[in-house]
């Protein structure tokens, strides 16, 4: 079960960090993703870490500014967003993948996925 937090109204140009908890699996053996579906639009990989968080994807609509991180001793992960634009307004939702791959681009091979935070950026 993951469960995320952290969305909000924000000002464009402004931060938000988001935060996925999970509980029920091995935090640290899964690979965790974070999806984004804007209304009208297809959901989307935004960034992606590995189990150890060695290793990240970004898209490249949000690389450098954004940031994936993870604490498996907290068993949550982490999406720092600055600079944030108008065009980032989406409902956010965590993933966990398992398997011997930590990403795939593909949300069918994500096996657990939490329940959605709306991120709204005004202009």
């Known amino acids: 079960q993951l469960q995320a937090s952290g969305g909000g109204l924000v000002q464009a140009g402004g931060s938000l960090r988001l935060s996925c908890v999970g509980s029920?699996?091995?935090?640290?053996?899964?690979?965790m993703g974070w999806f984004r579906q804007a209304q009208g639009n297809e959901r989307e990989v935004v960034a992606a870490i590995s189990w150890s968080g060695g290793n990240t994807y970004y898209a490249d609509s949000v690389k450098g500014r954004f940031t994936i991180s993870r604490d498996n001793a907290k068993n949550t992960v982490y999406l720092q967003m600055n600079s944030l634009k108008p065009e980032d307004t989406a409902v956010y939702y965590c993933a966990a993948k398992s398997g011997i791959s930590w990403y795939s681009p593909d949300e069918t091979l994500y096996d657990y996925w939490g329940q959605g935070t709306l991120v709204t950026v005004s202009s």
């Open positions: 029920g699996r091995p935090f640290s053996r899964l690979g």
